[in-house]
């Protein structure tokens, strides 16, 4: 096996500190996902924003 | 003295084909469900009779295995073993420290482990189609993994091993937290009653599939729109799995758990929790002991 090259070398460091995140689609493939508003407070997918 | 759960059905948490926002509790034949449980002895037993066979060292043993083993670090201090809180304490966000912790220990493995494995855990909650198809596989067979197409033992070995590579980085206890949506019938109104009826203290349950699942209880409940109020968490101790969130620096705190997990009720109540903002909240909690043997 050739010895890796540079960039080689890199995407694979690149790819080990890469902190993915677990995927917010598999989050909505039990039920449909909150609607963030405000912090950590959530809404109902379908609920629309109230007039400002 | 409460009614128990219906004696023709019973309630498993982990049936269903849920997703890492939630698991899904499907109610299942009484008689089915005892042909589960011994279904998984046997193959702990398979486990067990694998590890007393001579002249075969621990890589050959554990691909031989059916379940994953515990590879868990030593305690670094009896402290760092996190005790499951009482009915009335209020739950808190993860402490900067922690994080920082966990997430350090997370990237050391990655650093670490055969890229081949990192992907295979990477695809399993990147994925959508993966995680499905390989826990509903797992889930349809008890958790025999052997049962499985050679490709996806494969896979799930990586998996396995990628899981146990944090184990064995991680001297510190969990405190997890994980939804799970109960049958279509419970609504808010009975869902206290029927946990108290179907979990009672000491029953113990099995998750055949892999488990996302968080440190902090507002992070979980904040993952699941939920109407009509039939989704409650599952409150974790457990030394297993391994650290997917972040540091201090994100409201993310994911860990994956591996498969074929034993847990024993502890108890079920409404907890409080506080929110990054400061807001207390509650939330229907079913606490759970990990008893899963070898961890």
Known sequence: MSPKTDAQKAAERAEREDMYFVNPEIFAMGMPLPRRTDGSDYAAPDEQPEPR | MPRTGNPDYVV???????STAAKRARLVDADAY???VGTREGLRQLDAMTEQMPGL???QRDRERIMPRGTTADLGHPRMERKLPGAADVRQPLSARQRNARSKARLETARAIPLAQLRAQRDLVTRPDRWQATNDALSEQTGDVQALPAADQVRIRRIDRAIQAYERRND???????????????NDGNLHGFMTNNFEPGRRISFDRYTVA??????????????RGRVVTFEMQTRRGAYLGHSDKVDSTAHLL??????????VHQASYRTPEGRTKTRLVVQLRDVTPGS
């Open chain 2, 12 to 18: 498993d948490a982990d049936r269903g084909s849920g």
């Open chain 2, 172 to 186: 510190r206890g969990h405190v997890l937290y994980a939804n799970v949506q109960m049958p279509f019938y419970i």
């Open chain 2, 258 to 267: 591996p498969r074929g997990m034993e847990f024993e009720v502890a108890g």
């Open chain 2, 57 to 59: 060292n621990r890589l």
């Open chain 2, 214 to 227: 968080t440190h902090q209880l507002h992070e979980t409940a904040g993952q699941v729109h939920d109407p």
């Open chain 2, 34 to 36: 005892s042909d589960r």
